[in-house]
């Protein structure tokens, strides 16, 4: 546990290997994210942005579920009055709305496992990551039609990209359940496990990844990010700069050495 990425209740936070392991730590309410949790991973993102021992990320929760959502009872019990119009609003940009643009646009590949529930802003974060390895128990909810509210923390436009509208229509207007199964199937999970196997899996992935080339990795990321919205004259300029620069870096002269001494590669990540 390093001081720079300090521990917080309900989030275990650790950086080895150049893997970041957030793990969600509140098993008793499901991993249920407040706004103390939700704080720690914004911070430990913005963070790691700017870490170079950062190579990969990896998301998970301890016991038995992901993320059960935001704790919306919790943070409105015992209030004697109801909150001020637009407190909402005014709110969501410097949490949830923050948290997801960070994960996107993290030149850091990011992997999330998944055991039993990712509900609300856990299906978020799922979505948001580049990578979901799923045990055989998850369960992908967006309940938010079914509590009489509209949808938040990014899941309209992260649902639609990932499984088209026709499916984003079932699971946020109907509040349908996707069991890990069907979600490999619509191109949501990376890899199903059987019980219990998803962290270890998800781990080995993050390591993987971790021991790539860093800089190449951040900026396909990048481009495969942009590439659903711009046009094919607007990607090729933005490749070209991007193979500009990943053809400066150290790792690619590596990995262009392996190739000719025909070696497997030894990336620094720089």
């Known amino acids: 546990m390093l001081s720079e990425y300090p521990a917080v209740g309900g989030v275990d936070i650790d950086l080895t290997g150049g893997v970041l392991t957030l793990r969600l730590n509140d098993p008793r309410r499901r991993n249920a994210l407040d706004d103390r949790s939700l704080r720690a991973l914004v911070d430990a993102f913005e963070l790691a942005q700017n870490d170079e021992r ?33 407190a909402i609003q005014r709110r969501l940009p ?43 128990t998850a369960t992908f909810w967006q309940p938010f039609v079914t509590r009489g509210m509209t949808p938040d923390s990014g899941a309209t436009w992260l649902t639609t990209r990932a499984v088209g509208p ?14 890990a199964s069907t979600a490999h199937e619509w191109g949501v999970v990376h890899e199903v496990t059987g019980p219990g196997e998803a962290g270890e899996a998800a781990g080995a992935l993050a390591a993987r990844l971790a021991a790539g080339p860093t800089v190449a990795l951040g900026l396909t990321k990048a481009l495969i990010n942009q590439a659903a919205d711009a046009a094919l004259r607007e990607q090729l300029p933005a490749e070209a700069y991007s193979l500009e620069i990943s053809s400066r870096s150290q790792d690619f002269r590596e990995g262009l050495s392996a190739f000719v001494e025909k070696r497997e590669p030894k990336f620094a990540g720089r």
Do not use: K, W
């Open 54 to 86: 950062v190579r990969a990320v990896l998301l998970s929760g301890a016991g038995g579920d992901f993320c059960s959502g935001f704790d919306i009872v919790g943070r409105n019990a015992g209030q004697g009055t109801r909150p001020r119009p637009g």
């Open 94 to 136: 410097s949490q949830a709305h923050r948290l997801i643009p960070q994960l996107c646009e993290l030149q850091i590949p990011v992997v999330c496992a998944v055991t039993g529930y990712a509900v609300g802003i856990g299906f978020q974060l799922a979505l948001a990551a580049d990578f979901v390895v799923a045990d055989s």
């Open 166 to 179: 026709l499916r984003a229509r079932r699971l946020l207007m109907l509040g349908e359940r996707l069991d």
